[in-house]
Each structure stands twice: as C-alpha cells, then as structure tokens.
C-alpha cells in the first residue's frame, strides 16, 4: 500500500474487493442497512468530484459533526482532492470552534444540516458545506486522486486542552501510515471482522481504528453512539469494540 500512497493504497483495494464485501453495517434503531466497500468507494470519489467541480483543491477544510458514514466518505473525500481535513469536535462552543478554525486556517467548514448546526458555522464564519450534500457529484477516477507526500500534512486536529490552551496537531501521511501499520499489527486478525465504531472521529484514534478496519477490508459498524451501545451491539453483533483509556474511565465511574 505504501508503494501507491496512503490513500491511493486504501480506494485501490476497496476497488479490488469482492462485490459483496461489506464495508459498513449501520443501524439507527430500527433498521439494519449495509454498504459495500464499491459503493462507499464510488461514495469517495463522488465527494472528491464535488471538491474538483468547484476548483477546491490544497484548502483546510473542517469536518464538525458527529460520527457517521456521512462524515467518514467526507474524510476520504477530502484527503483524495488533495485537501486537508481539519477535525473538530462538534460538541465545543461555537468561540472555540471559530478559534481552532483560526488556528487551523480553515477555508471550508461541513457539518450536519440541522438548524443548530447551520447557526454554529455562521459564528465561525467560513464556507459552509453540508454533510450529506458533498457527495451529490460526478465521480473521480481512480487516476485523478490525489497521492500525497509521505511528509505532506493531510489531518489537523485540536488536542484536548487539558494542560493548557487547545493546540492544533499536524498529521502527515507518513505519520498516519505509521499509526496504521503498528496497530494493524498489533491487532487480531480474526477479532476485526465486525468492529463497531465508538471513539469519536474527531479523535485520532477513531481515525486510525477505523482506517485499520478498511486495511483489511472488514466490516465497520455504526450505531446511535455510547448512549445506545449495549442496544446497538444486539443489532449489530460486532466482535470488537475500540476504546481510548479516557472512555472506559468515564464508563467506570457512571458518567
């Protein structure tokens, strides 16, 4: 995969996947609906379409909104134009969002079409995209994605904040490459057949667990969120579930 580029390597394989390879399993609580890995594929490269169609191309663009397919196409959309994508966490106050958009130099900002949503963006004051509209475009070929740099910055996130002022991160190819072959090894092969997704995208670890989990052309499932998880998992029936430390100490003590 690294001869092709991070993420030129992970479309080529979804590409090259059986026809009936699942690549997500989501269930809203009353219905099971499942995506295969050519459908999220020309998912992708319809999302880049849309950024090359309006000449969007080497800008920073935000991803604010909770889990979703929506936002993981939008992700890969965006690392495939040959943007950057800027993960925030659609939970912060509107001042803080707007001050990692600064920090960040965001041009584009996509988040959810909810009325709430929609307001918080204008605060921020940035281009703003919907979610489940980037995808509504002609398709890229495979040829015309972009392949990043090894050392090129693809992801900026905000960390936490908890020593101090909120800083944002760079993320490079390679360093992405490298979180995603040292946890591909580390995890069990047979263990990642159905893994449900629980740590926020906005995270890193979310990132990585997920990309692990299209490495090896698996199946992600995708619930209501921690809330709903234990109803969710006998829906979903995952055989892994992903945690960060900072979860499981929130589940330990009620909260």
């Known amino acids: ?42 998912d992708i490269l319809k999302t880049a379409g849309f950024f090359a169609e309006n000449q969007i191309h080497n800008q920073h663009i935000a991803l604010a909104a909770p889990n979703s397919y929506h936002w993981i196409v939008a992700f890969y959309g965006i690392l495939a134009s040959g943007n950057v994508a800027v993960l925030i966490n659609p939970a912060l106050p509107a001042d803080m969002i707007a001050e990692q958009c600064r920090q960040a130099d965001v041009a584009v900002f996509c988040c959810e079409s909810t009325a709430s949503e929609e307001r918080k963006a204008a605060a921020v004051g940035r281009k703003l995209l919907c ?45 992405m490459q490298s979180s995603l072959n040292n946890t591909s090894y580390a995890a069990n092969s047979k263990g990642l057949e159905r893994s449900l997704l629980i740590i926020p995208l906005f995270h890193i670890g979310g990132v990585i667990s997920t990309s692990v989990v299209f490495h090896r052309l698996r199946t992600l499932c995708i619930g209501r969120g921690p809330i709903n998880m234990l109803a969710d998992m006998q829906a979903l029936n995952p055989t892994f579930v992903p945690f960060v430390p900072a979860m499981m100490a929130r589940r330990s003590s009620g909260v």
């Open 131 to 175: 979610l489940e509209c980037i995808g509504e475009a002609s398709e890229i070929s495979l040829e015309d994605v972009y392949n990043a740099d090894a050392d090129e910055t693809i992801v900026l996130l905000g960390t936490s904040g908890t020593t101090g002022k909120s800083k944002i991160v760079e993320i490079t190819s390679k360093n």
């Open 1 to 42: 995969m690294e001869d092709k580029g991070l993420i030129l390597g992970l479309l080529n394989k979804f590409n090259d996947a059986d026809d009936k390879a699942i690549a997500f399993s989501i269930y809203d609580g009353n219905q099971l609906t499942d995506i295969t890995y050519h459908q999220f594929l020309r």
